[in-house]
């Protein structure tokens, strides 16, 4: 295989040394060993997270925490707010789930949610749970989430589901004083760890409401992973290695200092944006462009796959064709997790390269 470096938004690039840490021996995750190695991880998400809620961690892609958080978050009817294809996926979540539910789409893809709509759609009373996504990793939006979140507090009794990957750890979300319900990200995003686990929070309102619900399932019964916790190991057996990697790399943003890692987010995406802006166009709206990735949408009608082709062929660098319907419209440049500025600029000027500017 020719590995290449990712500039994707997800996976994104995991660091040699975040890959090694997979190579610790296995242990019991029903042994001592494990509950002091969980114990210790637990605090450390909830630090992220700014939150007295139950931090858990699923060994299953974040798809799975989303229809979690509807098995055991909704009863009467929800709304799945959506700028873009994973909100879609959560409306199709929902149905698949056997619950009632309506679609909010923003005006159009690449425009963000407005929270008026939002609030007007909940203010009719028929609503339990809203669905929403800080970062729409399809379109590159990146949702207003503090306003979205003070909304929300007019609606103490709708549980507010959030969809944070491509968001969590590369922008601040202080779940308390956001008052989310759920708040779930899978960790090969903007953790820059290797897929396969997700990170969730479930507030005391949700864990009640899980208690009550029907038909929930077990996989993902917040209530079973809150008994487990409570004894410092997981339902079932986790996936321990990426425990490791993801212990490994909680340890390093701290050592950044979540503030730097934040702002070093900021500085990648404002360089993208006004390169995107120089030699293209972007895709989102102004005042809602990602701080992880950078849609750009492919004004000079070029080969979206002849580009990556040359970048990959010739330097080993891999950026993502626009999703869904908007393949060879847009292309997608991540720039989230462990990546540099530099590492940017890098990327950048190989396709100022290819394009010949
Ligand atoms: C990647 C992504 C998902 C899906 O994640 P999986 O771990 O593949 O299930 C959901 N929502 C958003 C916003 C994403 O970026």
């Not at 082709?309 to 950026?319: H, M, N, P, S, V």
Request: aromatic letters at 10%; glycine letters at 6%; hydrophobic letters at 40%.
């Amino acid at each position: 295989m020719k590995f290449k470096k990712l500039f994707i938004p997800g996976p994104t690039e995991v660091r040699k040394d975040v890959l090694e840490r997979m190579a610790w021996p296995m242990i019991s995750h029903r042994g001592g060993d494990f509950v002091a190695f969980f114990n210790q991880l637990t605090p450390k998400l909830k630090k992220l997270l700014a939150t007295k809620d139950d931090v858990f961690v699923s060994t299953s892609a974040s798809t799975g925490v989303m229809e979690g958080a509807v098995l055991n978050c909704v009863e009467k009817r929800c709304l799945n707010v959506t700028c873009g294809a994973f909100g879609e996926r959560w409306h199709e979540i929902t149905l698949a789930c056997g619950h009632e539910a309506d679609i909010l789409q923003s005006e159009e893809w690449g425009m963000a949610n407005r929270i008026d709509v939002v609030d007007k759609a909940l203010a009719t009373g028929k609503y339990d749970a809203v669905t929403m996504q800080i970062n729409e990793t399809s379109t590159g939006i990146m949702n207003d989430y503090h306003e979205f979140a003070e909304m929300m507090k007019k609606y103490p009794d709708v549980m507010f589901l959030v969809d944070a990957v491509s968001a969590m750890a590369a922008v601040d979300i202080k779940v308390d004083e956001l008052g989310m319900d759920v708040c779930l990200a899978g960790v090969q995003k903007a953790f820059a760890a290797p897929p396969g686990i997700t990170v969730f929070s479930v507030s005391e309102k949700a864990m009640e409401k899980s208690r009550k619900a029907k038909r929930k399932g077990y996989y993902f019964d917040f209530d079973v992973f809150k008994k487990y916790a409570e004894k410092g190991q997981t339902p079932t057996t986790p996936a321990i290695s990426l425990f490791y990697a993801l212990d490994y790399k909680i340890d390093q943003m701290f050592e950044e200092g979540l503030e730097n890692r934040y702002r070093r987010h900021v500085e990648m995406a404002e360089y993208a944006r006004a390169w995107a802006k120089d030699r293209f166009d972007t895709f989102a709206e102004d005042g809602y462009q990602s701080v992880t990735l950078t849609t750009v949408r492919n004004s000079r009608a070029i080969s979206v796959a002849d580009l990556s082709k040359f970048l990959a062929d010739k330097y080993a660098l891999q950026i993502a064709n626009g999703y869904g319907k908007l393949k060879e419209k847009t292309f997608r440049v991540g720039h989230m997790g462990d990546l540099t500025l530099d590492e940017v600029k890098e990327l950048l000027g190989r396709i100022d390269e290819y394009l010949g500017v």
